[in-house]
């Protein structure tokens, strides 16, 4: 086991995680709590974390791909994730793991090389093709027991910072205060 500040992982995952070159993360349920808010207008709000936020941008610094496939569209998810620098946004997926495989075509790697994240059923069979399949900590339970991998975060409150910080610890690129890689 080797551990970590979100608790115990097993060596073999940890030696996994060094492969890791594409994170692919559904939307809702994962960057957010899963809730959505309608306004009396139509207008839609969800919030997002901004520490999931800094993660995707230290992978993103690392050299790491991110990618967002989502069975929703919304012009919120859009702009959260343009501003943080990801390329990679599909919306409106109904068939996530066609463009789960599309995706790795496209960007030439092998799923050993991909940690997806998700939380719900339509997440699964995306999760089960990733080289590690990740479940946040309150995903549905055939999900996590599905995955590699369960976070101790929920989703919305630091699922993916959690996957990032492990995935750039295990690879000896995580960097804490100071520009210091530990």
Not at 34 to 43: D, F, M, P, S, V
Request: contains cysteine; glycine residues 12%; proline residues 1%.
């Amino acid at each position: 086991m080797i551990s970590t500040w979100y608790g115990d992982i097993n060596a073999t995952l940890f030696e996994r995680l060094k492969q890791i070159k594409l994170v692919v993360c559904d939307v809702d349920g994962v960057f957010s709590d899963g809730c959505i808010y309608l306004g009396n207008q139509g207008e839609e709000l969800k919030a997002f974390n901004t520490r999931d936020g800094f993660g995707v941008k230290a992978l993103l610094n690392a050299g790491i791909q991110v990618a967002v496939i989502t069975g929703r569209r919304s012009a919120i998810v859009e702009n959260r994730m343009t501003a943080l620098g990801v390329k990679h946004i599909y919306q409106g997926q109904e068939d996530k793991l066609s463009c789960f495989e599309q995706l790795l075509v496209t960007l030439g790697l092998d799923e050993a090389h991909v940690a997806s994240i998700g939380d719900d059923v339509p997440d699964v069979d995306m999760l089960k093709r990733s080289g590690i399949g990740v479940s946040v900590q309150d995903g549905h339970p055939y999900v996590q027991q599905s995955a590699d991998y369960v976070t101790a975060q929920r989703g919305g409150y630091g699922a993916v910072r959690e996957l990032s910080d492990l995935i750039l610890l295990a690879q000896g690129r995580l960097q804490l205060h100071g520009g210091v890689s530990l």
